[in-house]
């Protein structure tokens, strides 16, 4: 429920060649999945890429490499706090993360009624002389808000203006149908501003193979950004843990399997995107979507006066319905900050997160929010 980690195994395919990697004498190195995903004629080459041990790695190796104890990067607000419940997801993570090396996380504030999706204009309120970085995770965990390509270009160009980094988390991108998700990496760097000599100046994507591809046990990530950023990244990875696993690595390499995950991936987003539309048809029309994708919707009850958390804790005892509160989500202290921005802390704490239910053709999906408790 927490985690919206595949609880199935991988494709047939892909065991056969992790099985056959794992005693391969060959030596691993570039993986061109991005290309399937990006475009053939992406501005990505061999030199921008790092291969880390699960997109986790990924996140804590950059940062270490952007900020210094004191310094601010800002997260997107709801984000995870556990309360001794709910598992790590990747904005809780990234804050845990920022909080072990010293660096403040800031919360920047999302709007229910715009979907939960960042501002810019809020963002660039709150950039200073210490921010270092945005941190942005599209699709977003835990609601589910799938960033569009034009406001991911937006926050490039904001940062840019800044001087400061974009690290864009796109661990959930292939649990949605809209390819690519942005033009980032394009030739002609539509993506960014044209002032731009290049997406190097500025932006980082991380992504996690673990994912996409159902092994999260094998922990494989990436970080695709600047040659010279990389050379710090690989340094500092050689203090954490020198060596991404092997046979994950190879066996996406192998001769023509890549298109036939792709086609699997894609066919497991359109389930995806039908569990979605009929959840959306049958949520009773008193419950309001802010936002969903992935296994999960994040809703926002009908009950005024009663707390999510409450509601969730009484759907767990009296139907056996396991739902996540908005109070997982963020900071007790949020309310002065929600009504500035003109939100009712007692509005924001109805929303809760349900995972969207399985249909009958879903023979190849697992159960929504199923998995093991192993991240990215």
């Known amino acids: 429920m927490s985690q919206g980690i ?34 053939q004629e992406m501005d990505v080459t061999q030199d921008d890429i790092a291969i880390t041990a699960g997109c986790n790695m990924a ?12 310094d601010e990067i800002i997260l997107p607000l709801p984000w995870c706090f556990t309360h001794g419940v709910c598992s790590p997801l990747p904005d809780h993570l990234h804050r845990m993360s920022l909080n072990l090396l010293g660096i403040k996380p800031v919360p920047l504030y999302t709007r229910a009624n715009e979907g939960f999706l960042p501002s810019t204009s809020d963002c ?44 864009l988390d796109e661990t959930y991108r292939d649990f949605v149908d809209a390819m690519p998700p ?42 695709a950004a600047s040659p010279d950023l990389l050379k710090h990244v690989t340094t500092t990875l050689d203090c954490l843990q020198i060596c991404a696993p092997r046979p994950p690595q190879l066996a996406l390499a192998s001769p023509g399997l890549l298109p036939m995950l ?23 029309p008193d419950w309001t979507i802010g936002s969903q994708g992935g296994y999960f919707a994040f809703v926002k009850h009908p009950f005024v006066g009663i707390p999510a958390i409450t509601l969730c804790q009484r759907l767990a005892e009296e139907l056996g319905v396991l739902a996540l509160p908005m109070q997982f989500f963020c900071d007790d202290s949020a309310g002065s ?40």
């Open 6 to 39: 595949p609880g199935t195994p991988p494709f047939k395919v892909l065991l056969e060649a992790l099985s056959h990697s794992s005693s391969s004498p060959g030596s691993s190195g570039y993986c061109h999945e991005m290309k399937t995903v990006y475009g």
């Open 59 to 70: 996140f804590v190796a950059t940062v270490m490499c952007l900020a210094d104890p004191g």
């Open 124 to 167: 660039e309120k709150l950039i200073n002389s210490r921010t270092k970085a945005i941190a942005l995770v599209t699709p977003n965990n835990p609601v589910r808000a799938i960033y569009s390509s034009d406001l991911i270009s937006k926050f490039a160009e904001l940062a840019q203006k800044h001087k400061i980094a974009l690290v």
């Open 182 to 223: 942005h033009t980032l990496f394009a030739p002609s760097q539509t993506g960014v501003s044209k002032s731009s000599s290049s997406w190097r100046s500025n932006i980082i994507h991380l992504f996690s193979f673990s994912k996409s591809y159902c092994f999260p046990g094998h922990r494989l990530g990436l970080i």
């Open 262 to 284: 792709r086609q699997s991936i894609q066919a497991s987003a359109q389930s995806l995107k039908i569990r979605h539309d009929i959840f959306r048809t049958h949520l009773p």
């Open 337 to 376: 900050d929600l009504e500035s921005l003109g939100q009712s802390k007692t509005d924001w704490e109805r929303w809760i997160r349900l995972s969207v239910p399985r249909t009958s053709g879903d023979r190849d999906l697992p159960p929504s929010g199923d998995g093991s408790n192993d991240t990215g």
